[in-house]
């Protein structure tokens, strides 16, 4: 797989080089088990030897061992981490084998000739000392390896380090191998398409299985690989891949309707109680899946708050590690065959300072390692909750969508100009009263939509999913769910009564409405809401949302207001400004258009004046009373 070129054994052409590397070195180990017997009758002291066997057997290979991993890298692509490692654990098995060869020829003596032969007594005294020296050495100290051998290896055998320095360049790369994939298997589980009536929200959750089963493998390749020292890179990686998915998952919100049916609305949403609701099936349908699609955005979340509590398990061990190996370089972690391999990690870009910083962290303080992921699943549900808005303001939406084309705004005649018969000048100050104008078709229709939004909050007063993450409403601040929020309860309460309580919504809302500061921890007791507070949040989002299209979109495309059309215009603003106040609505845009289309020409063209008197030389107008002065032809 790394040479096709290259000559191989029939038996073994169809083999991948990670198969075929643990025969490799079973191989050579039967060689050096063999020179083991043959060695110490040669030379004093046989470990140098066997050490230079394994480095110059290693160095001849052709390709080289490292040629041969930038094969396998660039072959497999995206999996090419799995092959990585498949190699670096036949290798590292190796090594364990070899030190234990290392440690058999290390008691070994050289066999003597009958003519220098010892007495008996003088063997016996010579092995007595020796067993005595090399005791006290791994009695006196417990900085040696747990075999004692690390009190007879010399520390001129490298042969550790020859072995695994080939794979050095591929774990500093570790971060972009495991990010490569990651994204192969997010592909993976995004890549089947569903067929006919799609159910987006049981898709979200199917494919949740498949992302969380690869971030939590992947904690798994990090400490086989790197063995913690590529945590940094770990953390990013897993927080890439949650969101990304959370990124793809967007698209399903924006072609929800392609495969819905009438066949989704349910009974309780289609009753006759909401009949005179301007809703279609396709509306109720939305509104379902909707719903449910923001239940499973909720799960999501909980299961990156469940990793995140794994994850920071894991690194709070492989910091431990880290810190015994910094702290004790010639203890039981950095002997026998963990060595080389060590060593060559504390000597690698691996070991900076911010993995330190990482891990400092860690521990003893928890902290949100995934903070990509959690930004990326709140906008996840902002976007779930502006199309679920969308949805339910549809009808409304429809009946604005003329609003600024009617033929009311330019409707000629002043109404306002009509005053006292002409006569004493003290007469004519005097303003005859004149009845109100009624609010226009269009806007009553809008206002009793606005009025119905409550009732259908009530059939949904029990779904949980409307309770999460409110704060990422559109509109909606802190301050105001904090106004809503019931009074908070002593920790005492809250641990005694649990998550699991008859408050359903306090679950969803501990996940996000806490604010988090540094370090992680929580800054109070996460606010309660009521499910009428719930509702009250929703609606009064609604209302701005509604308002903040009319504002934005609608009333910016009326091409003229003659005297009339402004007097129009004013009073349905003025009305629709009444009803929003029922929910809660306070719009100081829309009560600036009320206030410069209700003035008349003479008075607004002062007020235009002035106003531009007193702007700073870099100050911006007014957009409102630069819109309304063009409409009513001030300028």
């Known amino acids: 797989d790394c040479d096709p070129g290259s000559p191989v054994e029939p038996s073994s052409s169809s083999l991948t080089f990670a198969t075929y590397l643990p025969s490799f070195y079973s191989s050579f180990l039967d060689i050096l088990q063999t020179e083991r017997t043959s060695v110490p009758a040669i030379f004093p002291d046989p470990r140098p030897t066997l050490s230079a066997l394994i480095t110059s057997t290693l160095s001849a290979l052709q390709p080289s061992f490292s040629q041969r991993l930038e094969a396998i890298s660039t072959h497999y692509g995206a999996v090419a981490l799995l092959q990585l490692i498949a190699a670096y654990r036949a290798t590292e098995d190796f090594a364990v084998s070899a030190d234990k060869i290392m440690e058999k020829v290390s008691y070994a003596a050289p066999i003597p000739s009958d003519g220098d032969k010892p007495s008996g007594a003088h063997l016996r005294r010579r ?100 063995h913690g020292y590529g945590a940094l890179g770990l953390v990013q990686s897993v927080d890439r891949l949650f969101a990304a998915f959370a990124d793809v998952s967007k698209a399903d919100i924006t072609t929800r309707r392609s495969g819905q049916t009438v066949q989704s609305l349910t009974a309780s949403a289609s009753g006759e109680d909401l009949s005179d609701l301007d809703y279609t099936a396709d509306d109720w349908a939305d509104i379902q899946a909707l719903l449910h699609f923001l239940e499973a955005v909720r799960t999501l979340l909980d299961r990156i708050f469940m990793f995140e509590s794994k994850l920071r398990s894991s690194l709070i061990q492989m910091s431990t590690s880290l810190r015994q190996q910094r702290s004790d370089p010639a203890g039981v972690f950095m002997s026998g065959a963990n060595r080389g391999k060590l060593q060559l990690l504390m000597q690698s870009q691996l070991n900076s300072s911010e993995l330190h910083e990482l891990l400092n962290k860690i521990d003893p303080e928890p902290s949100g390692q995934q903070a990509g992921a959690r930004s990326a699943v709140s906008d996840l549900a902002g976007t779930c909750q502006r199309s679920l808005q969308d949805t339910i303001l549809s009808p409304l939406h429809k009946y604005l969508a003329s609003y600024a084309s009617s033929s009311l705004w330019s409707t000629p005649g002043d109404p306002k100009a009509k005053r006292g018969a002409t006569g004493g000048s003290a007469i004519s100050e005097v ?40 704060e990422t409403l559109p509109f909606i601040s802190t301050e105001f769910l904090r106004g809503l929020a019931e009074p908070t309860p002593t920790p005492d309460a809250t641990l005694s009564s649990s998550g699991i309580s008859h408050n359903r919504r306090s679950p969803s809302l501990s996940l996000k409405a806490v604010p988090v500061v540094a370090g992680g921890a929580t800054s109070a007791v996460p606010p309660i809401l009521s499910p009428e507070a719930v509702s009250a949040a929703w609606l009064s989002s609604l209302g701005l949302s509604l308002v903040s299209h009319l504002t934005s979109d609608v009333l910016p495309r009326i091409s003229k207001l003659t005297p009339a059309g402004a007097a129009q215009l004013a009073s349905d603003l003025g009305y629709l400004s009444n009803i929003v106040m029922a929910l809660n609505v306070e719009s100081p845009e829309l009560e600036k258009w009320r206030e410069w289309v209700d003035i008349d020409d003479f008075d607004g063209r002062q007020k235009l004046k002035e106003a531009r008197e007193a702007l700073a030389p870099e100050e911006k107008e007014d957009g409102v009373m630069t819109m309304v002065a063009r409409l009513r032809g001030w300028v």
């Open 127 to 226: 092995s007595s000392a020796r067993m005595s020296l090399s005791m006290t050495r791994r009695v006196g100290s417990h900085r040696g390896s747990i075999s004692g051998t690390g009190a007879l290896a010399p520390p001129t055998l490298d042969w550790d380090q020859e072995l695994f320095e080939p794979f050095v360049d591929f774990q500093v790369d570790y971060a972009a191998l495991e990010t490569r994939l990651l994204e192969d298997a997010l592909k993976t589980a995004v890549s089947a398409e569903a067929r006919g009536r799609v159910d987006h929200a049981r898709m979200l959750r199917e494919r949740a299985v498949d992302i969380f089963g690869a971030a939590e493998e992947a904690l798994a390749r990090c400490t086989a690989f790197t």
């Open 431 to 470: 303003q005859v009263p004149t009845f109100s104008l009624s609010p226009s078709s269009t806007m009553q229709h809008v206002a009793e939509g606005l009025l119905n939004l409550p009732r259908l909050f009530e059939v949904y007063a029990d779904d949980d999913a409307l309770a999460f993450s409110l």
